[in-house]
């Protein structure tokens, strides 16, 4: 039985119980100590801990800083992941919980503390620097979606389950938050005319190929920046996507996300053209990439300020490959063939993705049709109120 001794302190009035837990491995006594204000509720701590104790279940209060923590599992863990997501839970570290939690403790973390974090990242715009043709550019943009909250949650609640495992936590309260559902992603596509408007403005410039390669081919943007004159070929027509190069701290080459990414397809007369303008413009060589200007990241912010100058509405670079999609469908090509030069697994993504956008085309086909019956309800009209004299 542990020894257990419970006194009212003479300077505050404070109820104190003090368990005698062994020894600490310097040979110092391991003592623990609750408070409270009567001598009931000191008692009721100290069986709960007493309990704990005798069922291995004892936990001390851990005095290390959350942002502590999570560099420190950071730094155990990130050998055992993929480069590109060690580096995005990096950034999750830096820019999203260094910030806020910079004074909390591990032991302070509660469900009702993350919502709160949580609520504040829904709400907040988020202010960044970007580099601009060299030059830094401050930037706002919205704060973080649902989606992107729940990512963060679900590296903490990784980063939580470690802590259990090693006794630095009881339970974890990322699994106890109050997240609202996953919102469908709902992507922004161009109309023919914007495209075809977007696509004038950048004829015969460098900023075509990304452009082109997105729009006219569905090219991800790790699949437009990997891509090398090798994966070319210009008299059949038909380009090789085999491996992808993304940004994060680093530019890094690697292979498509999934085996489904990895393939070859027919390109547009119309972008095999331009590119073997721009192959011999540049003086393009079979071990060179295709576009060796801008790195991914950095042609993201470019875009977005073409569209600006161009006055045209925000879309993301990535959105082109949705219009490129939505066109395929608009104009006949199978879910089958057009998931497959998409890159996707499978064939029920393209309609997931893209359903909401169908739906309006499925209305304006039924506008369509309508019209037409009604041009013929007029003739008939018109037959029917004629007099022969």
């Known amino acids: 039985m542990k020894g257990v001794s419970i006194y009212q302190r003479k300077s505050d009035n404070k109820w104190v119980g003090v368990i005698e837990n062994g020894k600490k491995p310097n040979g110092n006594r391991n ?3 609750v408070y409270g204000d009567t001598k009931p509720d000191v008692v009721a701590k100290t069986n709960v801990i007493l309990y704990e104790i005798q069922t291995d279940q004892y936990i001390s209060p851990n005095k290390d800083m959350l942002i ?27 820019v999203h919980f260094s910030p806020y939690f910079k004074e909390t403790k591990l032991s302070d973390i509660k469900p009702m503390v993350l919502d709160t974090f949580y609520n504040y990242k829904m709400k907040t715009p988020r202010k960044h620097t970007v580099m601009i043709k060299g030059k830094p550019k401050e930037k706002t943009s919205p704060p973080l979606s649902i989606n992107s909250v729940r990512k963060l949650n679900s590296f903490l609640k990784s980063a939580f389950k470690y802590a259990i495992a090693n006794d630095l936590m009881k339970t974890n309260p990322a699994d106890k938050v109050k997240l609202g559902r996953k919102e469908k992603y709902l992507p922004e596509v161009y109309n023919e005319d914007q495209f075809l408007l977007l696509l004038n403005h ?16 569905g090219l991800r943007r790790g699949e437009i920046f990997g891509l090398y004159w090798r994966n070319i070929d210009i008299k059949s027509g038909y380009i090789i996507i085999n491996q992808t190069t993304v940004r994060f701290k680093g530019t890094i080459e690697k292979s498509p996300k999934n085996e489904s990414s990895c393939r070859t397809f027919k390109a547009p007369k119309y972008v095999m053209d331009i590119l073997e303008n721009y192959k011999k413009r540049v003086n393009g060589k079979s071990g060179q990439k295709v576009i060796t200007r801008w790195k991914p990241g950095t042609y993201s ?16 670079l990535h959105d082109l490959r ?10 006949g090509v199978s879910d089958k063939v057009a998931a497959e030069r998409l890159g996707h697994s499978q064939v029920s993504t393209l309609r997931n993705v893209y359903q909401h956008v169908l739906k309006d085309m499925d209305q304006t086909a039924a506008d369509e049709i309508d019209a037409m019956f009604l041009k013929q309800k007029e003739k008939d009209e018109k037959k029917a109120n004629f007099k022969v004299v």
């Not at 912010?301 to 925000?314: A, G, I, T, V």
């Open 322 to 331: 949705h219009y490129n999609a939505v066109i395929m469908c608009k104009y």
């Open 301 to 316: 912010e470019r875009f977005s300020d073409l569209l600006e100058r161009f006055k045209l509405p925000h879309i993301r």
């Open 68 to 94: 502590s923590y999570l560099n420190d599992y950071y730094k155990i863990c990130c050998d055992n992941w993929e480069s590109t997501t060690a580096d995005l839970y990096r950034l999750y570290i830096d």
């Open 202 to 217: 950048v004829a015969g410039t460098d900023d075509e190929i990304p452009i082109i390669l997105g729009g006219g081919c």
């Open 31 to 33: 003592r623990i100590t």
